[in-house]
């Protein structure tokens, strides 16, 4: 820990922030949280978790009674500001930078001069250095010297954030290699991997470039999914045997690409370089396009199937074993499903909720079901999520029913 910093402030506690700070925290630093929700903010210092991510609590519970983790509404003043706000897109695809906008705005406020202020949010190339002008046009009096502004993207895993936080090597960009100095002293409080320090426009783009390079490979095996289909051959045993070369490593093929990261970070790259993303811009698009041939798929079914057919879809969350429901293929898959066959019966098997979303629960042709009645009654089942509750089901259960897995996993 640098010898000037004795409190940090972490700027949005969602998926990111609130392990961050709950991790700082539980390793000595005295750690402000900010939230904007009121509600989040008063679990928080109860020591409760707003959302499902193995391990938080323990960790949230003891900072909270420790004294070393408090959350508040209002930006606080602190040595160092670590800002993990949303950037989603816009309509057009472009990123928005209001929740970067307000952070900035909020931290300007309080600088007395010799703050930290880092960037954690997914940003496009170039937000950094956005941030840094925002909180300088704010504060005349202050000047570029007078504060260390570095971006160190998150890479964490949903699902396995709390070891992933302290074991993954970070990438720290900073706007002049001071601050990227004193970033990585504050992470050193917690973080055991490997420090790679740059400027803060190769860090932007070196987080939307994993998660691209991840887009890329993932469509690559869509794509393999519906030439295979086409030509009667088995995708899964395909890229199985290709991948037995040394040198390739063809990812899997599934209903589209979901989650709040992979979906949207290569969009960011698209924007920023809308001439020459060609390549990133196709994968994403041939992603985008794998529900549709999905549902192409279970139509043709159902045509089979005859008027006021049963159709199991296993699966509403956008990756296994996970609760979220964001972004998620499976999920667009079943509304519009729920719209486009209104004669048929949709039963919604996801055993990581409790009731339908929203989005579904207008539906009077949609129920959730557990797994046994919908194998029971299906005519159609149709995998989305490879889920373990699905993969350790003996195929003969499916031995009735017209069955379209998309995750290859009943091979
Ligand atoms: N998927 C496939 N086929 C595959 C792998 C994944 O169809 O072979 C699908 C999943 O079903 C899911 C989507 O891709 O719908 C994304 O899942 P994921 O597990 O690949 O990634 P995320 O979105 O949960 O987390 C990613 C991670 N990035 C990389 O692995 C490069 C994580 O390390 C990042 O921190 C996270 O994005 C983020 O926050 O950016």
Request: with cysteine; aromatic share 4%.
């Amino acid at each position: 820990m640098p010898r000037n910093i004795s409190r940090v402030a972490v700027i949005g506690l969602g998926y990111i922030g609130l392990p961050t700070a709950a991790i700082l925290a539980d390793h000595g630093v005295t750690t402000i949280g900010m939230d904007v929700s009121e509600r989040n903010v008063a679990a928080i210092n109860r020591g409760e978790v707003p959302f499902v991510e193995p391990g938080l609590r323990e960790v949230l519970q003891r900072a909270v009674i420790s004294g070393t983790l408090s959350a508040t509404t209002q930006t606080p003043e602190a040595d160092a500001y670590i800002v993990a706000v949303p950037t989603p897109f816009t309509e057009t695809h472009s990123a928005d930078l209001s929740y970067i906008e307000a952070a900035a705005d909020g931290i300007a406020a309080k600088l007395t001069g010799g703050e930290l202020i880092i960037l954690e949010s997914t940003s496009p190339p170039g937000a950094t250095e956005h941030l840094a002008q925002r909180i300088l046009s704010a504060r005349p009096d202050l000047s570029t010297a007078d504060i260390l502004v570095a971006h160190c993207p998150e890479r964490v895993l949903p699902g396995k954030i709390m070891e992933e936080m302290i074991t993954n090597d970070r990438i720290i960009g900073g706007l002049t290699p001071e601050a990227a100095e004193a970033a990585r002293d504050l992470y050193a409080a917690f973080c055991k991997g490997e420090f790679l320090l740059t400027d803060a426009r190769t860090a932007e783009m070196a987080k939307l470039t994993e998660n691209s390079f991840r887009d890329v490979n993932i469509a690559f095996a869509n794509e393999l999914s519906v030439i295979s289909h086409k030509l009667g051959i088995d995708v899964w045993e395909l890229i199985e045997l290709a991948n037995h070369h040394p040198r390739v490593n063809i990812l899997q093929p599934g209903p589209g690409v979901g989650g709040h990261c992979i979906a949207v970070d290569p969009w960011f790259i698209v924007d920023a370089a809308p001439q020459d993303a060609n390549l990133i811009r196709t994968a994403r698009q041939t992603n985008d396009a794998k529900p549709e041939w999905v549902l192409g798929r279970i139509e043709q079914a159902l045509e089979s199937a005859g008027t006021g057919a049963t159709v199991a879809l296993l699966g509403l969350a956008f990756k296994a074993n996970i609760d979220d429901l964001r972004e998620s293929p499976s999920l667009h898959i079943a509304e519009q499903l729920a719209q486009r066959a209104p004669d048929a019966q949709l039963l919604a098997v996801e055993p990581h909720i409790e009731a339908l979303p929203a989005s579904l629960a207008g539906f009077g042709n949609v129920e959730l079901s557990g797994l046994d009645e919908a194998l029971e009654r299906a005519d159609v089942v149709v995998l989305l999520v490879d889920h373990q509750v699905f993969k350790e089901l003996p195929v003969s259960r499916l031995a009735d029913a017209t069955v379209i897995d998309t995750r290859g996993i009943w091979r």
